[in-house]
């Protein structure tokens, strides 16, 4: 399965400024999701990133909070623009796998807290 | 968009146990899976499940899962303290890669 690295792992930021969170894949994928996860919930789906075209952005989630960038198969970006305290969330990336067999694999998250 | 709810919300057990862990959904299903989440840390794939299979094992732990009453159920037999995590299942639709997941199980196993 795909290994991600996932950046930053945490932060801290200061409200109305914008944080940029990195994901690289070791592999070539087609499809890479950005979640959300609000503190004590469930994963909630932000976005699909396809390279070569726009993200899909799922309802409630806009492109101009949430701008996602897919410059090739194994490199991606979200960032959180102008963000209030209600952004604070765990924010992962993940990948499906090329085998049906096997479940997606997650980047280790990235901690935000909007002071 | 939450796919359905997990049930229990939050389970505590003694060493030795099994848990069992109980996963509604809405729509038609590829297949379904779960994954486990240690303390907000990246989530680990533990079981997929296809829509045409009924059951199936891995180590100490079985899923089941009932496509006409779209639940499926997890089962960790003889449970240890290392089990304590949340629990979440994620459903993978026939058009589309996303994952939708559900509300999550948080477990506790006490020694």
């Known amino acids: 399965s795909a290994v991600i690295s996932q950046k930053p792992s945490r932060d801290i930021c200061q409200r109305g400024t914008s944080l940029t969170i990195q994901c690289q894949v070791d592999?070539?994928?087609?499809?890479m999701f950005w979640y959300r996860q609000q503190p004590g919930q469930s994963l909630t789906l932000i976005a699909t990133?396809?390279?070569?075209?726009?993200?899909?952005?799922e309802s409630g989630f806009v492109i101009d909070k949430f701008p996602i960038s897919r410059p090739n198969l194994t490199f991606s970006t979200l960032t959180v623009s102008n963000m209030s305290p209600e952004d604070s969330s765990i924010y992962l990336c993940?990948?499906?796998?090329?085998?049906?067999?096997?479940?997606?694999?997650f980047g280790s998250g990235t901690r935000l807290t909007v002071v | 968009s939450q796919q359905g709810e997990e049930d229990p919300q939050a389970l505590s057990i003694q060493e030795g146990e099994n848990a069992t862990m109980n996963c509604s959904y809405k729509?038609?299903?590829?297949?379904l899976q779960w994954y486990r989440q240690n303390s907000g840390r990246g989530l680990v794939h533990l079981i997929l499940?296809?829509?045409?299979?009924r059951e199936k094992h891995s180590g100490r732990l079985r899923v089941t899962l009932d496509t006409s009453k779209k639940s499926s159920s997890l089962l960790i037999t003889a449970s240890r303290a290392a089990d304590t995590a949340s629990y979440f299942c994620a459903t993978k639709g026939n058009q589309g890669g996303k994952l939708i997941f559900g509300q999550g199980t948080e477990l506790s196993v006490k020694p």
């Open positions: 993940s990948v499906g796998s090329h085998r049906g067999s096997e479940g997606y694999t």
């Open positions: 499940i296809r829509s045409n299979e």
């Open positions: 990133a396809n390279q070569g075209s726009e993200a899909t952005y």
């Open positions: 729509t038609s299903i590829n297949n």
């Open positions: 592999s070539q994928v087609t499809m």
